[in-house]
C-alpha cells in the first residue's frame, strides 16, 4: 500500500491545503514530552476503536516519534478506505522534537 509522505517541514502546510487533520498516534508518555499543535491524540492501539469517529473523505496526517508507527497507520487507514491519509516522514524527530 503506497503512503503519501510528507516530508516533516511541511506538515502545516499540508494540513492547510488539504484542509486535513493530524492524528498522533504515540503513546501517552511520548505526549507529554510534546506534541503538535492541533494534534488530535490517538494510541496506534486505539485507531481501530476509533475508525467511526473519522471522516473517510477527510486528509489525514498521522505522526509518531519516528515515522514507523505512523506509516503503518496511515496504510492501515488507507485499507480501510480513507485514501487521503498520508505519513509525516520521520515524525517528531524529524521535526527536532525529542520524543
Given at each position: 500500500m503506497q503512503v503519501?509522505?510528507?516530508?516533516?517541514?511541511?506538515?502545516?502546510?499540508w494540513i492547510e491545503d488539504n484542509?486535513?487533520?493530524?492524528?498522533?498516534?504515540?503513546?501517552p508518555y511520548e505526549w507529554a514530552l510534546g506534541t503538535?499543535?492541533?494534534a488530535?491524540?490517538?494510541r496506534m492501539g486505539q485507531i481501530p476503536a476509533e475508525l467511526d469517529s473519522?471522516?473517510?473523505e477527510q486528509?489525514?496526517?498521522v505522526v509518531c516519534?519516528?515515522?514507523?508507527?505512523?506509516?503503518?497507520?496511515?496504510a492501515f487507514l488507507k485499507m480501510r478506505g480513507y485514501e487521503h491519509a498520508a505519513n509525516l516522514?520521520?515524525?517528531?524527530?524529524?521535526?527536532g522534537m525529542q520524543s
Open positions: 503519501e509522505q510528507v516530508p516533516a517541514p511541511e506538515w502545516e502546510t484542509d486535513g487533520i493530524l492524528i498522533d498516534v504515540r503513546e503538535l499543535p492541533g488530535r491524540r490517538v473519522l471522516d473517510p486528509s489525514i496526517l516519534r519516528s515515522g514507523s508507527r505512523s506509516n503503518q497507520v496511515a516522514a520521520g515524525g517528531m524527530a524529524a521535526l
